[in-house]
């Protein structure tokens, strides 16, 4: 995988990167973000959501206040799990006895994940490209020889210096079409669940235009990983709560949160083009409508972008 990138770099003027591993800092330190937003064990699941809400980050690596060495890393995802997505949910369950309110004050330590795979400020971005894709890891944090963090590096990254190698391919050449999708009265519990099942961030909202003659099914919105974050990071959570039951929250409709203001592309625009307006808009992911049904045909993400780079 990584010598076929390498190949077709070569075809590309004025795109010098590094192919082999640097005496000092690789040129993965050039696009890596260096003002990391690290958390210690200690501090609370509500805390880190918070914090992910606050500084719309996906990813929090946690650290020892010592040393600064990395410990363990959480994302979006194993605050859904938790939230009621999969086995992480269990911590409300078993160890705090349904007690959300408990549960969420519980340290960061007993949902986030360990044994991260990092990079070393030596790496190169066609390592950071092909680890990505070979490892299905949205970022990482980068790591100098004394193992504290000194960046980090995700695929929005990546793709943003590569994508001119995808400036010729169509978006139906690279979107998912395979669409998981949800109507508006579903509850956050089963969002989650879908979600953390099968590994996405985002699932478009489909039902009848109540202000249509159509009984055909309209993409109506979007909901992401981030937004239900959100929603636990302000703590508007809280409104929903009548009792210390997680039940409380995890039954709201999706349709209190889901973004009904969804930017769309053709799947005949150009990927280059689809990457200036996610980096524009601050999206990692867009619906993709036929220009003459209006009809919701697939989703292309960032990572779609990466796939089709290497």
């Not at 064990?41 to 914090?51: M, R, V």
């Not at 650290?63 to 086995?87: A, E, N, R, S």
């Not at 669940?193 to 919105?221: A, F, H, Q, W, Y």
């Amino acid at each position: 995988m990584k010598n076929k990138l390498i190949k077709k770099l070569k075809t590309f003027d004025n795109l010098n990167l590094q192919t082999n591993e640097a005496e000092n800092d690789g040129d993965i330190m050039e696009i890596a973000f260096k003002d990391v937003v690290t958390a210690s064990q200690s501090s609370t699941i509500i805390e880190i959501a918070n914090l992910m809400s606050q500084k719309d980050i996906r990813r929090i690596p946690i650290t020892d206040p010592g040393t600064g060495k990395l410990l363990g890393i959480v994302t979006t995802m194993d605050i859904l799990d938790f939230f009621g997505g999969g086995k992480k949910y269990n911590l409300i369950t078993e160890k705090h006895k349904g007690n959300f309110l408990s549960a969420i004050n519980a340290p960061i330590k007993e949902i986030m994940t360990t044994g991260v795979k990092t990079m070393t400020n030596k790496d190169t971005i066609v390592d950071a490209a092909t680890l990505m894709l070979e490892e299905d890891v949205g970022g990482f944090p980068i790591v100098n020889g004394d193992g504290k963090i000194v960046g980090m590096v995700t695929e929005g990254d990546v793709v943003q210096v590569l994508q001119r190698l995808v400036a010729s391919i169509e978006v139906q050449d690279a979107m998912a079409t395979n669409i998981i999708s949800t109507t508006p009265g579903t509850k956050i519990e089963a969002i989650t669940k879908m979600m953390v099942r099968n590994s996405i961030r985002r699932i478009p909202i489909v039902g009848e235009d109540i202000n249509s003659t159509s009984k055909e099914e309209k993409l109506l919105g979007f909901v992401t990983a981030s937004d239900i974050l959100k929603y636990i990071g302000e703590h508007k959570l809280f409104s929903k709560l009548f009792s210390n039951e997680g039940d409380d929250v995890v039954n709201v409709p999706i349709s209190e949160l889901m973004v009904k203001d969804v930017i769309s592309v053709s799947k005949y625009d150009k990927l280059d083009d689809v990457a200036n307006k996610m980096f524009e808009d601050n999206i990692r992911g867009l619906t993709v409508i036929d220009d003459e049904t209006g009809k919701l045909v697939g989703i292309i993400t960032i990572r779609d972008l990466l796939k089709a780079i290497i």
